[in-house]
């Protein structure tokens, strides 16, 4: 019985979250535009189907993964754990080894699990004509996520300011923009936006709580945040470089073969 | 007859439960090896975990399909009957409304506003009690919904002119730099992560579709080139606009 008030609940909320998009919509259609929506059938039912989908996909995530998730983070930065036996240094990176392994993991598999993520990569396969793989694109834009998030505790594990972090990110992407594949440079843009939301961001804030407060010297209101920052920068320059390599790789063959038909 | 047809239903629908599994795959191994091999503990609750990611699987096998069916759809037709219509003004109050109405009520954003609040409220920045607290954190979010729908606005008056992505994103870079070098210390992480929770799973299958579709249907216009674009641009402005916020209403 409680379960099914719990899906009533976040059933709602999920109605509520995509009712100003319907009203919209349904507003533009009869003020606007003023013409019969086509297919409007096949649409309502996969609004429906979207609306079940996500309602269920929260409910499960609350029950399963966020739990977990959020036990695992207190217990990794737990100092306790950190301190083994004893002789460990709480101020030093190298104690936090673990946590590292941890924040690259999480943030890899939370971004494959990541719902806009698969829509965007979906959406880029029929425009691409299937030239770029939605497997490739999220494994890639993982990769990003992954390096992130662990440089992002890092981060708080030293104390160096924000700032300095997303300043060196922003560089590398400026140039990457001027040297990557020009079809590319859009979708790498859009990729920083899209793996932070239902799945990544409540487990890496939890992560982010955690180490601010198990560090000695770091205030978790100031330190806490910019994990997702991290995560948001990190895979624009993954799916550039990603590109690169491809475009490298590809020109190199084109060289060998002239050269081969030279001889 | 109908046994058949039953069954093949069935099958379709084992294989999409099998792709949404494979999604969920690594999340189980990490949480597993984590579990066993580093901090060699049970997990509490396991038929609990378990059944709650058996919902998982079959909720993103249901939104996948509703994606196809319904929000990729409906943005394209949307971006479309527009572009048919010729009304550049309508589009643009579209993408406006779009933006701002996904956005003011997205409850991660209202969850980051509340303890942005919080924040402000022990470093003194703004009066205690909760009418100031309330007000600061509705004002964050009228300026990151207010930033999402001018974003996708700039986006769309892009798509439609032509104008290279690069250059818009990288201007922006410079905005933000040169707002954190003086907007106060402690916005700075709030306004990088305001960036990150504004688009919501919902919004980004419509904003895809919509750009897809526009530079589709716009001649001279590559769809893999102009057609993406307007997620990040809803990534970025917020920042800027969160910065200004909290340099107009912090001191």
Do not use: C
Request: hydrophobic share 55%; glycine share 10%; net charge neutral.
């Amino acid at each position: 019985m409680t379960f099914l008030s719990e899906f009533g609940l976040v059933f709602l909320g999920t109605i509520r979250d995509v009712l100003p998009i319907v009203l919209l919509i349904v507003s533009f259609q009869l003020v606007v535009l003023r013409q019969p929506i086509p297919n409007l059938r096949r649409l309502i039912i996969g609004g429906v189907y979207v609306i079940a989908g996500l309602a269920l996909f929260l409910i499960g995530l609350e029950k399963a993964l966020f739990p977990v998730g959020k036990i695992m983070a207190a217990q990794l930065s737990d100092p306790e754990f950190l301190a083994g036996d004893g002789t460990v240094d709480l101020t030093s990176w190298t104690t936090y080894g673990w946590i590292y392994l941890f924040a690259a993991l999480i943030g890899f598999s939370t971004t494959i699990a990541e719902p806009s993520l698969l829509a965007v990569a979906l959406k880029v396969k029929e425009v691409s004509r299937g030239a770029i793989s939605p497997w490739g694109l999220r494994i890639t834009v993982a990769i990003g996520v992954a390096v992130g998030i662990a440089l992002g505790a890092f981060r708080i594990v030293t104390g160096t300011p924000l700032y300095l972090y997303i300043l060196a990110g922003y560089i590398v992407v400026i140039v990457q923009t001027f040297v990557a594949p020009r079809d590319i440079i859009a979708l790498a843009y859009d990729s920083g936006g899209v793996t932070t939301s239902t799945v990544t961001v409540p487990l890496v804030a939890a992560l982010g709580l955690g180490l601010s407060q198990a560090v000695p010297g770091r205030n978790p209101l100031l330190d806490g945040f910019g994990l997702i920052a991290f995560a948001s920068l990190f895979p624009i320059i993954a799916v550039m470089g990603y590109a690169q390599i491809t475009q490298w790789l590809a020109f190199r063959r084109v060289e060998k073969r002239l050269k081969g038909d030279n001889r | 007859m109908k046994a058949l047809f039953a069954s093949s239903i069935l099958i379709a629908v084992l294989s999409k439960l099998k792709t949404s599994l494979k999604d969920l795959l690594p999340i189980i191994l990490v949480i597993a090896f984590f579990q066993i091999v580093v901090l060699q503990q049970p997990l509490p609750n396991l038929a609990e975990v378990i059944f709650g990611g058996l919902l998982v699987v079959v909720g993103l096998m249901l939104f996948v399909q509703g994606l196809e069916m319904g929000l990729f759809p409906i943005g394209e037709e949307m971006a479309n009957a527009l572009a048919r219509k010729g009304s550049v003004l309508w589009l643009l109050v579209f993408a406006f409304l779009l933006g701002f109405s996904t956005t003011i009520a997205e409850p991660a954003l209202i969850a980051v506003s509340a303890e942005a609040g919080e924040i402000a409220a022990q470093g003194n920045l703004i009066a205690h009690g909760e009418a100031s607290l309330q007000s600061y954190a509705l004002g964050l979010r009228l300026s990151v919904a207010f930033s999402v729908g001018v974003a996708i606005l700039i986006g769309v008056l892009r798509i439609l002119r032509g104008w290279p992505i690069h250059y818009l994103i990288i201007g922006g870079y410079g905005m933000v730099m040169l707002m954190t070098l003086i907007a106060p210390r402690e916005i700075i992480g709030i306004a990088y992560d305001a960036g990150g929770v504004t688009t919501s799973t919902v919004t980004v299958p419509l904003v895809a579709a919509l750009g897809v579709g526009l530079a589709t249907v716009i001649k001279g216009r590559s769809p893999m080139v102009d057609g993406f674009g307007l997620i990040a641009l809803a990534s970025l402005l917020p920042m800027i606009f969160v910065m200004g916020y909290g340099l107009v209403v912090l001191d």
